[in-house]
């Protein structure tokens, strides 16, 4: 599992576009991006994955790079309901030793 | 049935007590993992079973003991535990082979443990 950056908090405000960036440099071959949210006293919940240049769904874009050392998750036009916690995870797990396989995780906070 | 369910919500229980978590899915998934949540910080993952066998233990102390009856359900035993155990407890599972690459994970909603 590939080591991952994230900011550690975001501020916005209603309607607007949120973009978070994930560092994950040492991403392997068959790595995908995946990003999870995860409210608070919940389970963690998918997003949306990625493996190359561009994936959108119905709730986000994420947006990677040829190089893939990078991805941005994009949350357009968010909503009060959109403030949560998000992971960035790169990769699968892997055996022992790998006690973290999330990252620190982006918290984002919607303003009115 | 796209969820994840476990049982109970929340849990208090002393440091002398046996209790155990339970975790149930229904959706073919071949393989299931515990993970351990404190406030305000990342998931931190536990046990994975991959078609019914233990696949990964993240050095748990042995407080901790993981229980895959068959592939839909997962338990997590717990004795003598201590006030340092208390955290958010999460099953999870996954229809993707656990060290795939693209795996993604479907989790339940927690079992909130608090160690008296």
């Known amino acids: 599992l590939a080591k991952t950056t994230q900011p550690i908090s975001m501020d916005s405000y209603e309607g607007q576009e949120v973009n978070i960036t994930c560092s994950h440099n040492?991403?392997?071959?068959?790595?995908?991006i995946t990003w999870y949210q995860q409210f608070p006293s919940q389970g963690p919940r998918f997003i949306i994955q990625g493996y190359k240049t561009k994936v959108t769904n119905e709730v986000a874009s994420l947006f990677i790079p040829a190089d893939r050392k990078s991805s941005t998750l994009s949350l357009p036009r968010v909503s009060l309901s959109d403030t949560a916690v998000y992971y960035c995870l790169a990769g699968a797990i892997k055996a022992a030793g790998n006690k973290l396989t999330f990252g620190g995780g982006t918290r984002v906070l919607v303003k009115p | 049935d796209t969820e994840v369910t476990q049982t109970p919500k929340h849990l208090v229980m002393g440091m002398t007590n046996k209790k155990s978590l339970k975790c149930e899915q229904h959706?073919?998934?071949?393989?299931m993992y515990w993970y351990k949540q404190k406030a305000k910080k990342p998931p931190e993952l536990m046990f994975v079973y991959s078609y019914e066998k233990l696949s990964i233990n993240e050095s748990v102390p042995s407080r901790f003991s993981p229980e895959c009856p068959n592939s839909s359900l997962l338990n997590l035993h717990l004795h003598a535990l201590q006030p340092e155990d208390s955290a958010l407890y999460l099953c999870?599972?996954?229809?993707?082979?656990?060290?795939?690459?693209?795996?993604?994970?479907?989790f339940g909603a927690g079992s909130r443990l608090t160690v008296l």
């Open positions: 959706m073919g998934h071949r393989a």
């Open positions: 999870a599972s996954s229809y993707g082979a656990v060290h795939s690459g693209a795996n993604v994970l479907t």
């Open positions: 040492n991403i392997a071959t068959n790595d995908y």
